[in-house]
Structure formats: C-alpha cells, structure tokens
C-alpha cells in the first residue's frame, strides 16, 4: 500500500502545480496538496509523464504556476 504525502501547495514541485495533471487532492483551507507516494501525472507544458514530486529548479523551462485561484473580478 502507498503512502500518502501532504505538501505545503507554495512547494515548487510538480503536484503543486496548476499545469500538473496527476492524481491529487487539493485542501484549500489549509492550503496543502495530497498525493500519494509515487504518483507520477502529465506536465500539460512539456507534454510528458513527471513525478508529482519533481523538483522544478532541475527544470530551468519549467513554467510553475501554483494552485491559488485567481482572484475574482470585483465589478462596482
């Protein structure tokens, strides 16, 4: 059975990233991401399979973008 990992979402690797598509669940109140130990998901910039635990800074064309939604449009 694999573990689960929970890590802070301003982390820069791979599963804290909003163009990450892998298996993970995102705790916006307490702003951490689950995963499970050895997921690996599809960098939607790269177009290839990466572990949710790769470390970006070995990647200098990496294009990070953390989850926090934007902030909404305030209409007056």
Do not use: F
């Not at 995963?35 to 690996?40: D, G």
């Not at 939607?44 to 990070?64: E, F, S, T």
Request: glycine content about 6%.
């Amino acid at each position: 059975m694999a573990g689960k990992l929970i890590v802070p979402s301003e982390v820069k690797v791979c599963a804290t990233c909003s163009y990450w598509d892998g298996e993970r669940s995102v705790d916006p109140d307490v702003n951490v991401v689950v995963i499970e130990e050895n997921v690996e998901g599809e960098c939607l910039i790269h177009a290839q399979q990466v572990a949710g635990l790769w470390d970006i800074r070995q990647d200098p064309d990496c294009l990070w973008e953390d989850l926090t939604p934007d902030e909404p449009n305030k209409l007056e």
